[in-house]
C-alpha cells in the first residue's frame, strides 16, 4: 500500500496535500481505493461550496458500495477535477495524481497540521 510521506491523512482515507498557498489538494488514498474496488462513478460538490472538516463534500461509487467523502479542513472548494466525471476508474489506478477530487482554500493551516502524518496513518489502516 502506498502512503506518501509528504501528505496528511484522515480517519476516513481521505488525504490533503499543502499546495502553499493557503490551498489543499484532497483525494482519497490507495488504501480507500482497494477496499472499494473499481470505482464507477464519483460525485464531488459545486465549486464555491463551503465546507467546514467532516463535512460531506460528495460520494464514490465502486462496484461494492457507495461511500461519503469527508473534508479534511475547513475551507470553500476552489476547484473540483471535472477529469473525473469521464474517468472515475483514475481513483484506482493514481489515487494521489491526477485522481485529486478537490482543491480547497483553507480558513486554518492548523487543521492540516492536526491530519495524520504517514507513520500515524500507516498505524491507523494496519488494524
Known sequence: MN?????????DHEWAR???DGSYTVGITDFAQESLGGIVYVELAAEGTRLKAGDRFGTVESTKSV????????????ARNTDLDGAPDACNTDPYGSAWMVRISAE???????????SAYATHTAG
Open 108 to 118: 486554518s493551516s492548523g487543521e492540516f497540521e492536526a491530519l495524520m502524518d504517514a
Open 3 to 11: 502512503i506518501p510521506a509528504n501528505l496528511r491523512y484522515t480517519n
Open 18 to 20: 499543502d499546495e502553499g
Open 67 to 78: 461511500s461519503e467523502l469527508y473534508a479534511p479542513i475547513s475551507g470553500v472548494i476552489a
